[in-house]
């Protein structure tokens, strides 16, 4: 059965996510479960399934490493050049770590936390099926933000084309819970995002595409306001339903974000052939009568 939201909620925003993944050499391909003393406690987490050891690489493993980037640049090189040619806005192209520069070495070069939990508190309680090394064959997590809530769903099943996937509620937060979050630009695309609970224990996710990333921080600051699709004008469902029709691959439906001037920014991800679990951003502006519009000052 598909999920729903309950009855005194309504969908915000939803996106497929998975616990991050390192790429400096050191932590390349890795990640861990840690306590605040940078201990290992993915055997203390509670049902949760054996799953893979890392260890840090060695300098020799992290100069092969550092080569085959290079070679991996030259091709991304190329495909920048061909993106820019009528590219969809927000695709994921560029250097494994978007050309940023670390912004915590101590949790991004030397050591690759995904999760900072002291015992007890909430980021122990997310889902194993988040990590990738876990998850069953077929099987991905959403992270969906409503009204009031943030939950994780476990899909067995593809996108806005299959009628009926198989969808599973795996945890579920108050959105008093979650004290933030933040885009984490040292990462896989640029698309990864740390939230934090109010507990101050948190958890690293990589979301697609940074503006997978980056609608998730401005919801939850309230610095972007999403609607629900509710909300919309008749003429702007009009719009949203020819929208989506040119986007069938579209894997969840588009977020909607109010900006200063009352426009409606709309935003919808289909998969990507840059790599796999990259996802590209695709939008439309649209005015009440859900004509195109074009943004005021102080809008973006």
Same mark, same amino acid.
């Given at each position: 059965?598909?999920?729903?939201?309950?009855?005194?909620?309504?969908?915000?925003?939803?996106?497929?996510?998975?616990?991050?993944?390192?790429?400096?050499?050191?932590?390349?391909?890795?990640?861990?479960?840690?306590?605040?003393?940078?201990?290992?406690? +993915?055997?203390?987490?509670?049902?949760?399934?054996?799953?893979?050891?890392?260890?840090?690489?060695?300098?020799?493993?992290?100069?092969?490493?550092? =080569?085959?980037?290079?070679?991996?640049?030259?091709? +991304?090189?190329?495909?920048?050049?061909?993106?820019?040619?009528?590219?969809? @806005?927000?695709?994921?192209?560029?250097?494994?770590?978007?050309?940023?520069?670390?912004?915590?070495? #101590?949790? #991004?070069?030397?050591?690759?936390?995904?999760?900072?939990?002291?015992?007890?508190?909430? @980021?122990?309680?997310?889902?194993?099926?988040?990590?990738?090394?876990? +998850? /069953?064959?077929?099987?991905?997590?959403?992270?969906?933000?409503?009204?009031?809530?943030?939950?994780?769903?476990?899909?067995?099943?593809?996108?806005?084309?299959? #009628?009926?996937?198989?969808? #599973?509620?795996?945890?579920?937060?108050?959105?008093?819970?979650?004290?933030?979050?933040?885009?984490?630009?040292?990462?896989?695309?640029?698309?990864?995002?740390?939230? =934090?609970?109010?507990?101050?224990?948190?958890?690293?996710?990589?979301?697609?595409?940074?503006?997978?990333?980056?609608?998730?921080?401005?919801?939850?600051?309230?610095?972007?306001?999403?609607?629900?699709?509710?909300?919309?004008?008749?003429?702007?469902?009009?719009?949203?339903?020819?929208?989506?029709?040119?986007?069938?691959?579209?894997?969840?439906?588009?977020?909607?974000?109010?900006?200063?001037?009352?426009?409606?920014?709309?935003?919808?991800?289909?998969?990507?052939?840059?790599?796999?679990?990259?996802?590209?951003?695709?939008?439309?502006?649209?005015?009440?009568?859900?004509?195109?519009?074009?943004?005021? /000052?102080?809008?973006?």
């Amino acid at each position: 059965m598909g999920w729903s939201p309950a009855a005194d909620e309504e969908l915000l925003f939803r996106i497929t996510v998975k616990f991050a993944t390192g790429v400096a050499p050191a932590v390349a391909g890795s990640r861990w479960f840690r306590d605040p003393q940078r201990n290992d406690i +993915q055997d203390e987490l509670n049902g949760w399934p054996a799953g893979p050891v890392f260890t840090p690489h060695t300098t020799g493993d992290q100069a092969a490493r550092r =080569t085959g980037r290079g070679l991996l640049g030259a091709v +991304q090189v190329i495909a920048n050049l061909v993106a820019n040619v009528g590219g969809a @806005a927000g695709s994921p192209f560029g250097s494994a770590a978007g050309g940023e520069k670390p912004e915590e070495p #101590e949790n #991004e070069v030397h050591d690759f936390p995904v999760m900072w939990a002291p015992p007890s508190t909430l @980021a122990r309680t997310v889902p194993w099926q988040l990590d990738p090394g876990r +998850q /069953p064959d077929g099987y991905s997590t959403d992270l969906v933000l409503t009204t009031r809530r943030l939950l994780f769903l476990g899909v067995r099943g593809g996108n806005l084309a299959e #009628e009926e996937p198989a969808e #599973e509620e795996l945890a579920a937060f108050s959105r008093e819970a979650i004290s933030g979050a933040q885009k984490m630009k040292f990462s896989r695309a640029g698309a990864d995002v740390r939230i =934090t609970f109010s507990d101050q224990s948190w958890i690293r996710l990589f979301t697609g595409n940074p503006n997978c990333a980056e609608r998730i921080t401005g919801i939850l600051s309230g610095s972007e306001q999403a609607v629900p699709e509710s909300m919309l004008t008749e003429g702007q469902r009009r719009r949203v339903t020819q929208f989506i029709s040119g986007h069938h691959d579209a894997t969840q439906r588009p977020v909607y974000i109010k900006l200063n001037s009352g426009i409606v920014f709309v935003e919808a991800y289909v998969p990507s052939k840059a790599g796999k679990d990259l996802v590209n951003a695709v939008g439309i502006l649209m005015d009440d009568a859900g004509e195109p519009a074009q943004p005021h /000052p102080g809008d973006l």
